[in-house]
């Protein structure tokens, strides 16, 4: 089955959405579901590093964990599931446009393992296909909030 592709442009520079996009402590902002993410080791991702996120699915939490396929910032990155009965592919892609936009484009596509060969096409995916606009509105009104403060050069 083709993966669930959903595009959204951005009033901000192609590494801020990369690096918000990609930093799994920041999914529970735009991501419905997700409760808690992170990283594991430490530096920068690279292909082999393990991300872990938190979801809330009926109630309950459940950890899952996805290993890094690729990454090119600001440009590309991607995880694959390696853990639990529905694993999650996903590909990111930001393309900067004129004037500081950039377009972020995701990916995912759903494997199933066990139960999850019933759960994919019938609960899974239609959830996704769902949900996938709506966050990727969120980013964007997350990101086009941000203001840099002078001062230190932060972003808030």
Avoid at 85 to 99: G, I, N, Q, S, Y
Wanted: glycine share 10%.
């Amino acid at each position: 089955m083709a993966p669930i592709t959903t595009t959204v442009d951005v009033d901000r520079p192609a590494a801020d959405v990369f690096a918000y996009a990609t930093d799994p402590t920041r999914f529970p902002e735009w991501q419905a579901g997700v409760v808690g993410g992170h990283m594991d080791g430490t530096g920068p991702a690279r292909p082999g590093t393990r991300c872990s996120t938190t979801r809330r699915i009926g109630g309950a939490r459940r950890s899952v964990t996805a290993e890094v396929t690729h990454v090119d910032p600001p440009n590309a990155w991607g995880v694959r599931g390696i853990d639990g009965p529905v694993r999650a592919t996903v590909d990111l892609t930001v393309t900067p446009l004129a004037e500081g936009r950039s377009r972020l484009t995701i990916a995912v596509d759903f494997e199933g393992h066990g139960v999850g060969r019933v759960l994919v096409p019938l609960l899974v995916r239609p959830e996704a296909r769902r949900k996938m606009p709506g966050n990727l509105a969120d980013l964007k009104r997350h990101l086009e909030s941000w203001t840099v403060r002078p001062e230190d050069g932060r972003t808030v």
